[in-house]
């Protein structure tokens, strides 16, 4: 079995699709099943993403290579055995492989797709899954079908049970010395938008130069600064499936990134020969790479200096869990997770809701400030 990446030249339905996955046999013929299901999908633009060619083409690559090495037809939905393909594979992974659970079930959700397309065409009489009742936390899981109420969910029975693991994040102690460490203003910079935003690592990369602006020469002034994040808008912003979304920046914040762009910026845009969109250059004076995986190695290398294990995302993380706190704290009239939700651009307040277990490890903290306001308050009269 085989595993190639199309190129410019691969046309479905008059369409380039250059990075998308295509299996092979042994013999280099087609294989059929596989890609047809690939191809469907592309079509359709259901997969449209290219950051999730990869995990399908390694899933329906690693299942069909299992099939192959075992000599098993992927078509026997009825062997008559205690194990289905399905779980088979899944105790393989598990077992032998020693995989990751996360990593199991991503690769699982796209084979039982394939398995659903399968069934759609006719090619199968049934699903070699069924679907039982199972416990779960009011936050969804990674299966998009799961459809929880009251404590329960119909979920998938070969998929192996979701791992509760919590997201990291940083104290504000660890975010002063994550900043303290970074030299480097572009880096620090980076940082901070993050901190201030919870963008994701791409939409840091490509956060536009025209979105920053003096807020102090704006007609009215106002305390919170409202951006449009829109990749049709011609500025080259990326967001998660290109859906455009409204954030709050703070204006002091604002003035802090015109000031960066005055004092500091025109030093590396300098070392282009080409006017950059993107708001951060790197040493070069060209823009990262869409995908922001650049910011992966500057922000674990600071983190390093000071024996902490950071990347991007935590930053994202770290944004919403005190946040959260923050909001929850006053009332100013508005539903904490409905605005968490839209600032950081999730699509179901379900996977917003995480940030609610993070939050308990900041009762105490929480608690301590509050007192200092009181006692201030207090001290005051």
């Known amino acids: 079995m085989e ?60 299942f069909f290579s299992f099939l192959q090495a075992h000599k098993l037809d992927w078509r026997d939905v009825d062997r008559g055995e205690a194990k289905s393909l399905l779980a088979a594979y899944r105790d393989y992974s598990k077992y032998e492989c020693k995989l990751a659970t996360t990593t199991i079930r991503q690769r699982l959700y796209y084979i039982c797709e394939f398995y659903k397309f399968a069934q759609k065409n006719e090619w199968i009489s049934r699903l070699p899954f069924n679907y039982e009742e199972r416990r779960v936390k009011r936050e969804t899981g990674f299966l998009g079908h799961l459809d929880a109420s009251g404590g329960k969910a119909i979920a998938n029975d070969i998929m192996p049970r979701n791992p509760r693991t919590l997201p990291k994040f940083l104290a504000l102690s660890e975010v002063k010395a994550l900043l303290g460490a970074a030299e480097n203003p572009h880096h620090r910079m980076m940082i901070k938008l993050g901190l201030h935003t919870g963008l994701r690592r791409e939409e840091i990369a490509t956060f536009p130069l025209a979105y920053v602006f003096d807020p102090t020469k704006a007609l009215k002034r106002k305390r919170n600064i409202e ?74 290398t600071i983190g390093k200096k000071i024996g902490i294990a950071v990347h991007p995302h935590m930053l994202r993380h770290t944004y919403a869990t005190q946040t959260l706190v923050a909001l929850q704290r006053k009332d100013g009239g508005i539903n904490p997770l409905v605005f968490l939700q839209r600032q950081l651009g999730h699509s179901s307040i379900q996977t917003t809701m995480i940030y609610l277990h993070l939050i308990n490890e900041l009762v105490e903290s929480a608690v301590l400030a509050y007192d200092d306001e009181l006692n201030d308050i207090f001290g005051a009269v």
Request: hydrophobic content about 35%; proline content about 5%; aromatic content about 12%.
């Open 227 to 300: 951006i449009r994040l829109d990749p049709g808008d011609g500025h080259g912003m990326l967001t998660k499936g290109s859906n455009p979304r409204d954030i709050f920046i703070s204006a002091n914040f604002m003035s802090e990134l015109y000031r960066y762009v005055v004092q500091v910026r025109g030093e590396r845009a300098a070392l282009s020969t080409t006017q950059q969109k993107p708001l951060f250059l790197n040493k070069f004076g060209e823009r990262f790479a869409s995908d922001g995986k650049g910011l992966d190695r500057i922000v674990s």
């Open 3 to 62: 595993l190639v990446w199309a190129t410019e030249d691969f046309l479905i339905a008059g369409s380039s699709y250059p990075g998308s996955p295509i299996l092979l046999w042994d013999t280099m013929e087609s294989c059929v099943p596989a890609n047809d299901f690939v191809r469907h999908y592309l079509l359709r633009g259901s997969i449209g993403s290219k950051k999730s060619w990869p995990s399908i083409g390694r899933a329906l690559y690693d």
